[in-house]
């Protein structure tokens, strides 16, 4: 198997990883997101745990793609394939910064249920609104404008490289600017992040992430655009003998 190859199947991999990550961060999450009343409840510490755990994992996983495609794609746009590694760090620091303020809501609920924990109900309710609120709004930049941006800088340098079927590709740019436009209008109030029009938003996103990783992971890139290492090579000795 060559280099491009195994790099292709640990970006694939790594692509499922996020889609299975942020829907389980997202799901477990529920009780906390949800319930206002969650920071002076009894709680499900537990279940919020396994989603900062699935959303820790995502963190990863966004890295690693960056990480593994790079290689690749700095062969065909070493700028734009430094952009998107950038991009994809970010996008991870925001989630993660979100992971830190749920995480905070379940430090608040257990120090108020102690005996040290004085505060009147309505003053820790507002504090755990306001880290609920400072997650959402990560949940907004981080996989939504930003996820947006890197798909696009992705899928541009797929489109334009031939590293895979160009539909492919396209499903990419689609993806893109509809997440990026949808993320536009949930920050001006036209509809709630969390919705149906949301979801439907982010479907193409979704999609090209799932087809892109199914892609990798069966055929992986098209070598001839890719330019495998063997193949460099091999052209390498050509060069030389009639150099």
Same mark, same amino acid.
Not at 3 to 17: D, I, K, M, N, P
Not at 26 to 49: H, I, K, N, Q, W
Not at 146 to 173: F, I, K
Not at 221 to 239: K, P
């Given at each position: ?5 195994? $790099? ?10 996020? &889609? ?21 409840? @009894?709680?499900?510490? %537990? ?55 749920? $995480?905070?809501?379940?430090? #608040?609920?257990?120090? @108020? ?10 003053? *820790?309710?507002?504090?755990?609104? %306001? ?9 907004? #930049?981080?996989?939504?404008?930003? #996820?947006?941006?890197?798909? #696009? ?33 949930? *920050? ?10 949301? @979801? ?31 193949? &460099? ?11």
């Amino acid at each position: 198997m060559s280099e491009t190859r195994r $790099l292709a199947v640990v970006a694939g991999a790594l692509f499922l990883v996020t &889609e299975v990550a942020a829907i389980g961060g997202l799901a477990l999450y529920r009780p906390v997101l949800e319930d206002p009343g969650y920071v002076v409840g @009894s709680g499900a510490d %537990t279940r919020v745990f396994l989603g900062a755990l699935c959303e820790l994992v995502l963190a990863l996983a966004v890295m690693g793609t960056g990480a593994a495609l790079y290689p690749v794609l700095r062969r065909r746009g070493e700028g734009a394939a430094v952009g998107y590694v950038c991009g994809r760090l970010l996008e991870a620091a925001v989630i993660v910064v979100g992971i830190v303020s749920v $995480l905070a809501v379940v430090t #608040l609920r257990r120090q @108020s249920a102690g005996p040290s924990g004085a505060a009147d109900a309505a003053s *820790l309710v507002t504090a755990g609104k %306001t880290l609920v609120a400072l997650h959402d709004w990560t949940f907004l #930049l981080g996989p939504n404008f930003v #996820l947006g941006a890197n798909t #696009l800088v992705l899928a541009c340098l797929m489109y334009t490289s031939r590293l895979v079927p160009r539909a492919v590709a396209v499903l990419g740019l689609v993806g893109g600017a509809m997440i990026c436009a949808s993320a536009t209008a949930v *920050l001006f109030g036209v509809y709630e992040q969390v919705s149906v029009a949301g @979801s439907l938003a982010a479907l193409p996103v979704f999609a090209w992430e799932v087809t892109l990783a199914v892609r990798l992971l069966l055929k992986g890139f098209d070598e001839v655009a890719a330019g495998d290492g063997a193949g &460099e090579g091999t052209r390498a000795r050509v060069d030389a003998l009639t150099g």
